[in-house]
């Protein structure tokens, strides 16, 4: 069997689209078709059903990738790399939130650059966008707040986020204890708020979860960054729900305030996906695991 057509093979069941395969191979959208073609007539069994929005694989198609996409990998990674040149530098690429990425992810991996590893970082804030560049090749791990669906992509749980709904210490002292837990929505109509989006995400959720309501308020202050929230919130723009490894240094040194100490804290997991079969790839493997280990503390 040409090692080719697996090559391109793999590439569409991971892309699940013979438009992004063709992209992603360097081939045109024909090219890519011809060779699913004929490797569908060596094996005698269709490997992809034909749908309005890309290709989604046949039993026998599952089947294959799993069993060739490792072996193709590793063949990838010897090319790349070259046969007993273990110190040579890969590249890893790695999307993610900007926030956690750039604060938790990035320095964790740091030490393995001595190691021969180079980083190159990709900040999506939507999960959706992240896992589907991974899908398609663009990345080699990606950090999520959902876990992806099916079968091309493997995820990990890291940790979990705890939400913190804080504001400048002047905005503590206008609400005056305990007005926020008993009259929750009511207070926050009243008071500005500081979020990433006009939606209030974060926001929204911690009401729901916390009060058991939907937040009926508008953002005084939108910046699609949680670390210029925080800059906002403590200068005094408002009141706004931040991740508590964000807001913790502030807290501490009293920069902000927490309005809230609810019994059951407002949590976001974030997973650890990877392409299904490429964390037999050494340089991915061991970011995955290390990422993992570094989490333990977060």
Do not use: N
Not at 32 to 59: C, H, Y
């Amino acid at each position: 069997m040409d090692l080719a057509l697996l090559r391109t093979f793999v590439t569409v069941h991971r892309a699940g689209s013979f438009t992004r395969a063709a992209a992603l191979l360097g081939l045109s959208q024909p090219a890519v078709t011809s060779q699913i073609r004929t490797l569908e007539r060596q094996l005698g069994r269709p490997l992809f059903l034909r749908r309005a929005r890309g290709v989604t694989p046949t039993t026998m198609g599952d089947e294959l990738a799993h069993r060739a996409a490792p072996h193709l990998d590793a063949l990838v990674e010897i090319a790349e790399t070259g046969l007993g040149e273990e110190s040579a530098v890969r590249t890893l690429h790695l999307a993610g939130p900007p926030e956690f990425t750039s604060l938790r992810a990035l320095p964790a991996l740091t030490p393995l650059v001595s190691h021969g590893l180079a980083l190159r970082s990709t900040f999506l804030a939507r999960s959706e966008e992240a896992l589907e560049g991974l899908a398609a090749g663009h990345h080699d791990l990606a950090i999520a707040t959902a876990r992806p669906r099916g079968d091309l992509l493997t995820a990990t749980p890291l940790c979990d986020e705890e939400h913190v709904l804080v504001a400048a210490p002047r905005w503590a002292a206008r609400i005056g204890p305990g007005a926020l837990r008993h009259k929750g929505p009511v207070v926050l109509q009243q008071l500005p708020v500081v979020e990433v989006h006009e939606s209030l995400p974060l926001v929204s959720r911690y009401w729901g979860a916390v009060f058991d309501g939907r937040a009926a308020a508008a953002g005084t202050v939108i910046a699609p960054d949680l670390r210029a929230v925080l800059e906002c919130t403590a200068a005094g723009a408002g009141l706004a729900v931040l991740p508590r490894y964000l807001c913790e240094g502030a807290l501490e040194r009293g920069e902000v305030v927490a309005l809230l100490d609810p019994p059951v804290p407002p949590l976001r997991t974030y997973f650890l996906a990877a392409r299904t079969g490429t964390l037999a790839l050494s340089h991915i493997a061991r970011a995955h695991e290390w990422l993992v280990r570094a989490a333990v503390d977060w």
